[in-house]
């Protein structure tokens, strides 16, 4: 469970990570439409792959694996704010990165 939860975690996350350093249209709409400026697009995406990294990293350190999905629990908490802030309920999205980040710092910290 530990390692296929983590796994998908990191899958998503560095999808995701790959689509904001890409300068890919969907990442800058966002920023747009939660009144972010776009300069700080490269910065989420460089946030989204060092969460990426540090869960991959978390199978050899687990203390990394733990952190990592800590800190992405906490980008994503980010990420709902900003939507509330500008009344967006789109909220599927976010809810999908946001359980499966929560799942991955469950799993992490069990495996400690």
Do not use: C
């Amino acid at each position: 469970m530990y390692i296929t939860v983590t796994i998908i975690a990191a899958v998503f996350t560095g999808a995701a990570a790959v689509t904001y350093l890409v300068g890919h249209d969907y990442p800058k709409t966002q920023a747009d439409m939660k009144r972010i400026p776009r300069s700080w697009v490269p910065v989420l995406g460089s946030l989204l792959a060092a969460g990426t990294l540090g869960l991959v990293a978390g199978f050899v350190v687990p203390w990394l694996g733990v952190l990592a999905a800590a800190g992405l629990v906490l980008y994503f908490s980010g990420a709902l704010v900003a939507h509330l802030r500008v009344g967006s309920r789109n909220l599927i999205g976010w809810a999908v990165f946001f359980v499966t980040e929560v799942a991955a710092l469950i799993v992490n910290v069990g495996h400690l």
